[in-house]
């Protein structure tokens, strides 16, 4: 059964920090896979996605992310974060075929200090 | 970008009673979900619908929900009877193809 895992619950950085956010997908066949964010009270908005191809994906407002097949790793990075990132991130993942639903992680509270 | 609108944002209701939840999805997506998320958790998928059928449904999708789009216009999500487990903020989401989904800002459902 496809599962994603983001192992850290809370992330504080200040900003113009760096950022990664941690996500550990289980999928037996290659999977598509995906960074939301959640601001309060408003519905999830993808970053970015990844299908195939070169690893690295660049995404919205200065977002990547890197896929690893041999980690079954697909880590959210942020070169300089600005407050107003401060927000939930979700990553999640979809199987290539069948029903198209999104399987999501438990979700990341990113806090950016100022 | 595309929108995707729920209405209304905020639904109070007696617990046993009727609630029907609705989303007016992107105009021209073939696929439609519904999520549940309770206050500060997961994301957990519901349901997804394509060409007028239920195509998979998770655990949290009990018997007393049922989803439909009549003549291709609302997207809805029924709740007959309610419980008070059923508190939670559903979001509806659609999609054009496989992976790529569109929220709406979501109902928050109360149940008392």
């Known amino acids: 059964a496809q599962s994603v895992t983001q192992p850290d619950a809370r992330v504080t950085v200040s900003e113009g920090a760096s950022l990664q956010l941690r996500c550990k997908y289980s999928?037996?066949?290659?999977?598509?896979l995906f960074w939301y964010v959640q601001y309060p009270r408003q519905g999830l908005q993808m970053l970015l996605k990844?299908?195939?191809?070169?690893?690295v994906v660049q995404g919205v407002n200065g977002f990547e992310a890197e896929f690893s097949k041999s980690d079954s790793s697909f880590h959210l990075r942020k070169a300089s974060v600005h407050w107003s990132d401060s927000a939930v991130y979700f990553c999640?993942?979809?199987?290539?075929?069948?029903?198209?639903?999104?399987?999501f992680g438990e979700g990341t509270k990113l806090t950016v200090s100022s | 970008g595309p929108k995707v609108l729920q209405i209304p944002s905020h639904q109070i209701i007696d617990m046993g009673q009727m609630v029907t939840l609705n989303c007016d999805p992107v105009?021209?997506?073939?696929?439609f979900y519904w999520y549940k998320q309770i206050l500060g958790q997961q994301m957990e998928f519901l349901v997804n619908?394509?060409?007028?059928?239920?195509?998979?449904k998770s655990k949290l999708f009990k018997d007393q929900f049922s989803v439909e789009r009549p003549d291709g216009s609302y997207f809805t999500l029924k709740i007959q009877p309610t419980a008070l487990e059923d508190s939670a903020v559903y979001f509806c989401?659609?999609?054009?193809?496989?992976?790529?989904?569109?929220f709406g800002a979501g109902t928050r459902l109360s149940v008392l």
């Open positions: 619908f394509y060409n007028g059928k239920v195509m998979e």
């Open positions: 990844y299908y195939s191809g070169d690893p």
């Open positions: 105009s021209n997506h073939l696929y």
């Open positions: 999640a993942v979809s199987s290539q075929g069948g029903s198209a639903k999104l399987i």
């Open positions: 989401a659609s999609s054009l193809r496989q992976g790529t989904l569109y």
């Open positions: 999928y037996s066949a290659t999977p598509y």
